[in-house]
Structures are given as structure tokens and as C-alpha cells.
């Protein structure tokens, strides 16, 4: 680590919408590695959070059936509310904001609907949405009936790409001016597959389906050369998030069910794997890196476990810092 520390934004489920959190917390990695609260702020289920690329701004998805979006002063000492607002659909889990910081991006899991937010000058929203709902199902009659709007990416170019679990598609826009459908339409990935996550690297679009317990590659026109399963451990897994290493040579991926971090080396071709840690709790449904930690948010054993990455690959250190329902761990070196 070239820090002194990281400072750790944590959002989660609260009583009102099925956990036990409290709402925002910061927490501070001190030296010597103990996790130190610094602060929390009340919210409604806010599972998934974001901040501004410039502006001292956080915002935060309200997961609830109204659907809700917020946007919060990005301040250790405890973030307060700036603006709120309609998420555009119902139970909001994910947002992005675009590189520029005039776009922000969220993604309705209840009802499929992406909507666009304008973001002026301060970084708060600039006017009502823009609603792009989505209609089709997938072959699962459970979790499948009806779109699942699940994740938005920004890039490359002007295009934002929106996973749905519950079609099977990567939703494709153009952002310049005003947002708009990309004229391709969707990507259209493996049946039954539910894309959850993903990260694009060099040409190459990684997905995580969480359905099939699958790590797909596909190519930039989007068709699949590669897959192989985000777990070598016997049972189901629900894949919940895939990030890369800074340097770009490690794919990270966490697996509920077997509870772990699966390690893949990415820099050929054909992804190889190279572990498969213990994910230091139960149900690792984000996880953050920052230098050479990783935060994990183990949702049912609530806790934030901290990993120590040595060599791009985790390994737990025994420090956890308790709070209710975790979902969302953004991790910022200061």
C-alpha cells in the first residue's frame, strides 16, 4: 500500500427492506489493519452504491418496491443526504456513474426499467429521468419471467451496457447528448445463464451468471469463445460480482453457496484458474479492492472481511468489522 489507509463505504439492508442494517456506514482502516467506524447515516435499503469521479458525491440505490435513488455528501464523517428522488421502476439494485459525470445510470431489478439521470454541474440530478423499460423472459419460470435489469456498465465508447438477468441479454445504449437505444438492440447471451455482473478487459466482455454458476467470455461483437464455471466446489453457486485487478492480469469473482473468491489469470487468451479462497464470511455478495486489500461484504454473516492480496491472489486476515445485511463495499485509498 502506498496509503496510509482506506476509508470504506458500506451499504446494505435495512429492517424495512428485509435486513438488519443501519443504512450507510464508513469505516476507516487504520494502520495494522483494524477496521474503525467512523460514522453512520439512516437509509433505506441502500444496496448498491456509487460515487461521483470528481465530486465529493455518493449515491445510493433505495432497494424497496417504490423504488428509490439518493445522493449523499461523500464525507468520512458521515454522509449527508443532498437529493432523492423515483429510481424510475422497482427495487433498484445498481447504479454507475459515466467517466464525464453527466450520466447516472439505474438499474430497476423488479421491473427491468434502466433509468437515466442528468447530473448537473454539483453532481445532483438535473431533472426527472429518463425511463427505458424492456420487455421478454428466460427459460427459468422462477427468477426469469419477466426482465431483471441487474447491472449498468459505461464503456467503451459512448455505450452503456446493462446486464438482465431475467432475459438473458446485455441491454445496449449510446450516451451522448441524450441517451438512446443502441440501434444493434441487445446482446442476446446463453439461456438460462443470468447475467448478473461483468467487466470488460482489452476486447473481451466477462459475465458472470448467476443462474448457471458460469463465467462467460465473449468477444466485442458479443459472440461467447470461452466459459468455465466461477466455482470448482460441489453445490449451487449464485455468482454475485467480477472485478479486475488493477494491473489487469486477475479476475476476481465471488461465489455465494461455496462462499469464496474464485482467482482467474486473464492476461491469455483462455483464462486460467489460479484459486480459490475462502471469502472470510457467509454469502459474498460484493467485495472492493484497494492496493493490496480486498473488502468483502458477506451479506448472511454480517460482516465486512478484509483480504490481503499477495501475489493477485486473497487470502482472509481474520480482521471483520460487524454490520447488519452488507451488500455494497466501495473501498477509496486515502
Known amino acids: 500500500m502506498t496509503s496510509g489507509y482506506d476509508v470504506l463505504y458500506i451499504g446494505g439492508y435495512t429492517p424495512e427492506t428485509g435486513g438488519s442494517g443501519a443504512g450507510l456506514t464508513v469505516v476507516r482502516r487504520e494502520e495494522g ?122 464503456g467503451p465508447g459512448r455505450a452503456l451496457h446493462v446486464t438482465d438477468l431475467g432475459t438473458d441479454e446485455v441491454r445496449r445504449y449510446l450516451v451522448g447528448s441524450e441517451p438512446d437505444l443502441h440501434p444493434e438492440g441487445p446482446a442476446r447471451l446463453a439461456p438460462g445463464s443470468g447475467p448478473r455482473h461483468m467487466v470488460h478487459h482489452e476486447g473481451r466482455w466477462f459475465v458472470a451468471g448467476e443462474l448457471d454458476g458460469m463465467i462467460r467470455i465473449y468477444d466485442a461483437e458479443w459472440h461467447e469463445v470461452g466459459r468455465l464455471p466461477a466455482s470448482e466446489a460441489e ?36 483464462p486460467s484458474r489460479v484459486a480459490e479462497v475462502g471469502s472470510g464470511g457467509l454469502w459474498p455478495r460484493h467485495f472492493a479492492i484497494a492496493g493490496d486489500h480486498m473488502y468483502v461484504a458477506n451479506e ?35
Open 33 to 154: 489493519g483494524v477496521l474503525k467506524a467512523l460514522a453512520e447515516t439512516p437509509a433505506p435499503g441502500p444496496s448498491f452504491l456509487a460515487l461521483h469521479p470528481r465530486l465529493p458525491v455518493l449515491y445510493a440505490v433505495l432497494e424497496r418496491e417504490e423504488g428509490g435513488v439518493a445522493a449523499y455528501s461523500a464525507d468520512p464523517d458521515g454522509p449527508g443526504l443532498l437529493a432523492d428522488g423515483a429510481s424510475g421502476g422497482s427495487y433498484p439494485c445498481h447504479l454507475a456513474v459515466d467517466p464525464s459525470g453527466t450520466w447516472l445510470a439505474v438499474a430497476n431489478y423488479g421491473d427491468g426499467t434502466l433509468a437515466m439521470y442528468r447530473l448537473g454541474s454539483s453532481g445532483l440530478f438535473d431533472g426527472r429521468p429518463r425511463l427505458f423499460p424492456h420487455q421478454g423472459h428466460g427459460p427459468d419460470p422462477s427468477r426469469q419471467a419477466e426482465p431483471h435489469a441487474h447491472q449498468a456498465v459505461f
Open 235 to 270: 453445490g449451487p453457486n449464485h455468482v454475485s460480482h467480477i472485478e479486475l485487478s488493477a494491473d489487469g492480469r486477475h479476475l476476481y469473482a465471488a461465489n455465494r453457496g461455496p462462499d469464496t473468491i474464485a482467482v482467474f489469470g486473464v492476461e491469455d487468451a483462455t
Open 300 to 334: 448472511r454473516s454480517d460482516a465486512v472481511a478484509t483480504l490481503q492480496i499477495n501475489d493477485g491472489v486473497p487470502a482472509p486476515t481474520g480482521e471483520t468489522f460487524k454490520v447488519g445485511s452488507p451488500s455494497c463495499v466501495l473501498a477509496v485509498a486515502v
